[in-house]
């Protein structure tokens, strides 16, 4: 796996990570790559972007991928775009790199 600790960002309330999502995907898979230009993590999910239906599946996902409640997990910006801001709540910079290192 790449260093991913370029989209990673600290924040008082837990750590916020940039990402770049692809709706409408075959299939759904968090982290999906890594943009080293743009330090974006890829996100794949298999919902459309069509009256949020993608931006639950993407909360869903990362939720799912970090082993913590759907609530943890919230869009601060990018919601309507493909570059996307989440903040999970609750959790410091290296027990995300943990819980998303091959284990």
């Known amino acids: 796996m790449p260093d991913i ?3 990673l960002f600290e924040d008082r309330h837990g750590v916020v990570i940039a990402i770049e999502v692809t709706a409408g995907a075959k299939t759904s898979a968090f982290p999906a790559g890594y943009n080293e230009w743009r330090k974006m993590i890829g996100c794949r999910v298999s ?3 069509v009256e949020g239906k993608a931006n639950r599946a993407v909360i869903a996902l990362v939720a799912q991928s970090l082993d913590v409640p759907p609530a943890s997990v919230s869009i ?6 493909s570059q996307k ?4 709540t609750g959790m410091t910079k290296d027990e995300l790199l943990g819980r998303l290192s091959p284990r």
């Open 76 to 81: 601060l910006s990018g919601s309507t775009a």
């Open 47 to 49: 919902a459309q972007a």
């Open 5 to 7: 600790t370029g989209a």
């Open 85 to 88: 801001r989440i903040l999970v």
